[in-house]
């Protein structure tokens, strides 16, 4: 995911964490921890503010280190 606001940067996250509300994409982040919230695929909490988002691919992993897996290889091959 690529935050679109906030902060911005770009994140993979669970599946669960995202929501569209009023046509706009949004994706749940944790205020603290959020590494190890996202390795663990936590269930979203009511603390935890949505941000505006866009996906940046449709892939979708079954863990967090498969898909860091797979864009570490994207990575060293587009580096070449």
């Known amino acids: ?9 770009v994140a ?8 569209e509300i009023g046509g706009q994409l949004k994706c ?3 205020k603290t921890n959020a590494n190890k919230a996202v390795r663990k695929q936590a269930s979203v ?7 505006a988002a866009r996906k940046l ?3 979708i992993y079954a863990s967090f280190d ?5 864009k ?3 990575a ?5």
């Open 1 to 9: 995911m690529e935050f679109t606001e906030g902060n911005g940067g």
């Open 12 to 19: 993979a996250v669970p599946v669960s964490w995202l929501l």
């Open 28 to 30: 749940y982040w944790p």
């Open 45 to 51: 909490r009511a603390d935890w503010q949505p941000f």
């Open 57 to 59: 691919s449709e892939k």
């Open 66 to 70: 498969s898909a860091l897996q797979k």
């Open 72 to 74: 570490v290889k994207e």
């Open 76 to 80: 060293m091959f587009t580096s070449v």
